[in-house]
């Protein structure tokens, strides 16, 4: 827009994920809980340069940079049990969707977040650049990696039948409390599973190369002067 204001259109994608087992935390590594994601994320972001940046021109060809804007993205976490791949957000391991937790819907798999990048370019020409950049996301859901309130307990998920006559504990039920693998289970009905009075968030680090839209045009002589800018 100008040498120090900017409009930027995103479009992203990442994969995210994590396991308690690499926490520093003690209850954390005995809950033992896993997720792995998608990110497809569209954003807009308005762009402050600190510097009158003008590409092309030497001393005006870089710029620290800060930006913030608003984004959709979508997510569906999924984890692993025993070799095979299982979405959790149909599982309900927060017991979404059981009788016995009527006010806990399922979560969207979309959500809004709020981009907030620092970031540094250089003008390589008057129309490319190279960029590094920082940028933290703040999201208007807890479930990213589907753990945000308690625990709905073995009991809100009822056991498969084997047709040898047994019944074996179902997938959300072995998925919503991981820690019989670490020692005794801990996931007894309300006890604290996540912490929902924060919402998630994610990082993404970028370098790359971006294209100015803008022809950066010089203003007009006048009194017989003119500007060695363009």
Not at 141 to 165: C, E, K, N, R
């Amino acid at each position: 827009m100008n040498n120090y204001i900017g409009l930027k259109i995103s479009a992203n994608y990442a994969q995210l994920g994590y396991s308690d087992i690499y926490s520093k935390n003690a209850t954390e590594k005995r809950r033992n809980l896993s997720f792995n994601t998608s990110i497809w994320e569209l954003a807009a972001s308005g762009n402050f340069n600190f510097f009158k940046y003008i590409p092309g021109v030497e001393g005006y060809n870089y710029t620290p940079y800060v930006s913030l804007g608003v984004g959709v993205f979508s997510y569906d976490p999924f984890a692993y049990l025993q070799g095979q791949k299982y979405y959790l957000r149909p599982l309900g391991t927060e017991g979404q969707g059981t009788t016995q937790y009527p006010d806990r819907k399922p979560y969207s798999s979309m959500s809004v977040c709020f981009p907030l990048t620092v970031g540094f370019k250089y003008a390589l020409n008057e129309n490319l650049n190279l960029f590094g950049e920082l940028g933290y996301r703040f999201t208007t859901t807890d479930y990213l990696d589907d753990v945000s309130t308690t625990y709905a307990g073995p009991d809100a998920f009822p056991p498969i039948p084997q047709p040898d006559g047994t019944f074996a504990p179902s997938p959300a039920s072995l998925l919503q409390d991981r820690s019989y693998e670490t020692g005794t289970p801990m996931g007894i009905k309300g006890r604290q599973r996540g912490n929902s009075t924060q919402k998630d968030a994610y990082v993404m680090l970028h370098f790359g190369v971006s294209i100015n839209l803008s022809s950066y045009k010089c203003p007009s002589p006048k009194n017989g002067t003119s500007s060695p800018f363009r």
